[in-house]
């Protein structure tokens, strides 16, 4: 990824209340360094289901084993739990979640047309496709049920009414590993494992009407599988956020030209208005003392989102040595992480204009 803005891809105005806040995207730092990679593909991930099911009392006429048998049969014993969420799909969505974040050049394994993890040393690999890692991966979904019959007691006029009713509370949890493998020299370069998880309970009249009501098990696992997908391109690629930065009103003229000239993002001609009420400030009148803090605030903010880090510190570090306000400490904390991010990026070859 070259050439790219880490600080300013761009900027937009929101307002909270009396505060007028700019919207910042940031190019952030991959989380785990893979080094020169420009090239990449992932293989067909191993990943397979485990269901756990457990009636805990019997109503109705059924036997505990009997409800447990026909829980497991109507639900899941048709599928098969290597297939019933394959693998491949779990690696499709990874290869568009890098696509999409633009870091990688990204091959799908089945355009190579052979087996990746028996030939990561293949010269073919190198040589004809120019890949320079691979990703392999693997993992499981598991659905545990707890289902149970109880009674519904309502109150009504005096009266005490009772309902017979199933209840089914479902955890759904997914995890992935996954390696990144440089094809140059064979090892492993990055790996991790991640997961997540999900909880919910339906009520129903029996056993079939609580299960309805359930999301759709293949819907939850689908998701958590694009969650993990996301955080995986977060872990091995830079990738944007974005953050809001408070740019304060004042009292005097200048101050309100400033700011109606930050709203619609004229920030030359803001600067140079925040710069007269410092130079000016002894003439300020008393009600308008503040305004000079204020501007060496957004002086602050302009130079951080112009990448000009060191002068953006200097002005924060003024504001909070004439006020010991502590938000202008923590301003200046914030611009020396984002400079350590820089590096970071950097370290990660990634070419910036500022």
């Known amino acids: 990824m070259k050439n790219l803005l880490f600080l300013i891809l761009s900027i937009t105005i929101s307002f909270s209340g009396c505060a007028t806040y700019i919207k910042v995207k940031l190019l952030k730092p991959a989380e785990l360094n893979i080094g020169i990679v420009k090239k990449i593909t992932i293989d067909d991930f191993q990943f397979r289901g485990r269901w756990d099911f457990n009636d805990q009392s019997s109503l109705n006429n059924f036997t505990q084993n009997q409800i447990v048998h026909k829980f497991f049969n109507n639900n899941y014993n048709s599928y098969d739990p290597l297939k019933a969420f394959p ?38 690999l190198k040589q004809n496709f120019a890949i320079d890692a691979i990703i392999t991966g693997n993992g499981e979904y598991s659905i545990s049920d707890r289902g149970q019959w109880f009674e519904d007691i309502i109150h009504r006029n005096n009266v005490i009414i009772k309902n017979r009713k199933y209840i089914i509370n479902r955890n759904i949890g997914t995890d992935v590993s996954y390696q990144v493998i440089s094809t140059n020299s064979g090892q492993v370069i990055a790996t991790k494992n991640n997961s997540t998880y999900n909880s919910e309970k339906a009520v129903g009249y029996d056993e079939e009407d609580a299960r309805r009501k359930l999301k759709s098990w293949h819907k939850v696992v689908e998701s958590q599988v694009e969650y993990l997908s996301n955080l995986t391109v977060k872990q091995i690629a830079p990738h944007y956020i974005t953050e809001e930065r408070e740019i304060k009103d004042g009292k005097s003229y200048l101050m309100k030209n400033a700011f109606e000239y930050a709203k619609r993002e004229f920030w030359d001609d803001a600067k140079r208005d925040w710069e007269d009420v410092i130079r000016n400030r002894d003439s300020l009148d008393q009600d308008k003392k503040e305004d ?9 903010v302009y130079y951080e989102i112009k990448g000009n880090f060191d002068q953006a510190e200097e002005y924060y570090q003024m504001c909070y040595e004439r006020t010991r306000k502590t938000e202008y400490l923590d301003n200046k904390s914030r611009v020396e992480k984002r400079k350590s991010e820089v590096n970071k990026l950097r370290n990660q070859n990634i070419e910036t204009k500022n």
Request: proline share 0%.
């Open 87 to 124: 693998g491949k799909t779990v690696s499709n969505v990874l290869v568009k979640k890098l696509s999409e974040n633009g870091s990688f050049k990204v091959v799908k394994s089945d355009e190579i047309g052979m087996n990746i993890q028996n030939n990561i040393n293949n010269q073919n």
């Open 292 to 300: 000079a803090i204020f501007a060496m605030y957004d002086l602050g």
